[in-house]
Structure formats: structure tokens, C-alpha cells
């Protein structure tokens, strides 16, 4: 790493069921950021030390993993119920988390793979807007989602699996008790609670990210294709910074759709080969 470039510090929330998925991630990452330092800060209910010992391999000499564990004490007041459980507040309330020095931080889901640098990303200037996301919907669904959620029709509803965090500004700002009211007002509204509740109610203080380069889905591959534009699997590898295998279509379950899964599938490779496991089938 040279020396005008910062640590970046990263964000993921989950259990100890995504872990693999993490760790191919993270391969991925420091495959595509190769002069790199990391800090990754991951939030949960409680993961055992023994089963973060191949998180903290992957990382090892470049970068640093850092669990907090949230008690529930700590959330206390938060509205809950089986469709909205403690986890949706980890990434809403990240800045109430986190070591208080962090200004920012990049928020990744663990079902994506990193295809090219993202610093560029990370060192986004943000003034005082709270976050920077792609947006996957089109005209009629933001109408859907404006009247859904109470949104301004110029805010955009963005996926939420690849967010960067304005940590200072949100420190300032987030209103707890506002949260917790939205989420009374709009129960029976929300669908994807987190994103629903971010894009609801901090849609006019997001930074929109192109979408084909910071947050590329199999969704949006297809219909590029259906609509006629000169997408490929070469685009796709030279422009996508980050492939985003979000919903239920998964490169490692049976009956995977699309062909977007050989960027996962080169990333896990690697993980395995890296730490010297077999194969996968």
C-alpha cells in the first residue's frame, strides 16, 4: 500500500451461516485490491472464535477482522417480530456500533464477489449526504415504492447489500425514536425492512452509484440483454466492480439461473486453493 493510500474499513452483518460466503468474498476482494488494508468490522448476535479462524486467515497480513457482538439490550425499545428480527437494525444503526474515529465505512453483503478495485468507491466524497447505493428499479416500481413508503419522487429506493456509510454525519443526525416510528407507521408496508426503512426514510441523503459498476445483478445482466444493449460476459469483467448475487438465486445452490455464477465460482476456487481445501464439486 503506498503511502498517500488509507486502511479501508469494510461492514458486514450475519451469522455464522454465511461465513463461507464471507470468506470467498473477502478473497475476491484482496484479489482485486492487491496494494490493499482492510479492517473488517462484523456485526452479529455472537460467532464463535473457532469458527472465525478461517475469516482471519484469509485476511491475515492484509488486514485486520473485528467482531462486535450486539446484545439485545443494546436495541432495546426496537420494535421486533418474526419478519423484523434485531439483525435489520445493524446496518440502520452501524454508526452507534462502530469505533467512533471511523468517519465512513463500506457496508458489503457476503453474497457478492469484488471484480475490480474499490477505493475509488470508499474515498467517494459524501459532504453531508448519509449514504451512496445503486438503485435496481424502474420508473414503475419507484412509483410503487414513493407511495409504499412515503418516498419523494426523487429520492431513489436503493439495494442496500452495497452501501457506504457516512458514519460522522449520521452520528449528528439519526434520530432513533424516528426510526422506530416509521417502522409503527409503516408495518404493514415493508417488505425488505432495512432497505425499505433506509430508502424511506433517508432517500433525499443518498448518493445514487451506477448500478452496472458497483452493484451488478443477474436481473440487470438479463434484462440488458432482452433489451438489445451489447452486454457480455467481457463487459461484465471489465466494468463490474462488484457482482451482486442478491434473492434467492445463489452460484452455490442447485438450479442456479444465469450466468453470472463463474465470477463466484473463480473467487471460490481460489479460496480453496488459497487455504489449501479440496476442491469444490
Given at each position: ?18 461465513l ?43 488486514g485486520?477482522?473485528c ?9 432495546e ?11 435489520i ?15 465512513r465505512?463500506?457496508y458489503l ?24 447505493a ?35 454525519q449520521?452520528?449528528?443526525e ?19 425492512p ?8 433517508y ?12 452493484n ?12 438489445g ?53
Open positions: 500500500m503506498s503511502a498517500e493510500q488509507k486502511e479501508i474499513n469494510l461492514l458486514v452483518t450475519l451469522d455464522c451461516n454465511y463461507y460466503q464471507l470468506n470467498v468474498m473477502l478473497t475476491s476482494l484482496l484479489d482485486s485490491e492487491p496494494e490493499g488494508c482492510f479492517r473488517v468490522f462484523l456485526l452479529s448476535r455472537g460467532i464463535g472464535e473457532e469458527k472465525l479462524a478461517l475469516t482471519r486467515r484469509v485476511l491475515a497480513g492484509r485486520e477482522l467482531p462486535i457482538t450486539i446484545r439485545e439490550d443494546q436495541l425499545g426496537a420494535p421486533t417480530t418474526d419478519r423484523y428480527p434485531l439483525e437494525y445493524y446496518r440502520i444503526f452501524a454508526a452507534k456500533y462502530l469505533p467512533r474515529e471511523l468517519d465505512v463500506l453483503d457476503p453474497d457478492l464477489v469484488v471484480n475490480h478495485s474499490i477505493r475509488h468507491l470508499y474515498e467517494l466524497p459524501m459532504g453531508t449526504e448519509l449514504f451512496a445503486a438503485s435496481h428499479i424502474g420508473n414503475v416500481l419507484h412509483l410503487v415504492n414513493e407511495l409504499r413508503l412515503d418516498m419523494d419522487e426523487d429520492s431513489p429506493y436503493i439495494n442496500s447489500g452495497v452501501m457506504l456509510m457516512n458514519l460522522k449520521l452520528r449528528q439519526q434520530d432513533y425514536a424516528q426510526v422506530f416510528d416509521y417502522i409503527a407507521e409503516h408495518k404493514n408496508r415493508l417488505i425488505l432495512d432497505q425499505d426503512i433506509i430508502s424511506g426514510l432517500g433525499e441523503r443518498i448518493i445514487p452509484l451506477d448500478a452496472w459498476r458497483y451488478m445483478t443477474e436481473r440487470l445482466f438479463a434484462f440488458h440483454r432482452q433489451a444493449d451489447r452486454m457480455d460476459l467481457d463487459f461484465v469483467k471489465e466494468n463490474s466492480a462488484i457482482i451482486h448475487y442478491c434473492g434467492r438465486n445463489k452460484p452455490w445452490k442447485k438450479g442456479y439461473i444465469g450466468k453470472l455464477d463463474c465470477f463466484y465460482k473463480a473467487a471460490e476456487a481460489k479460496y480453496r486453493r488459497n487455504m489449501g481445501l479440496d476442491p469444490a464439486e
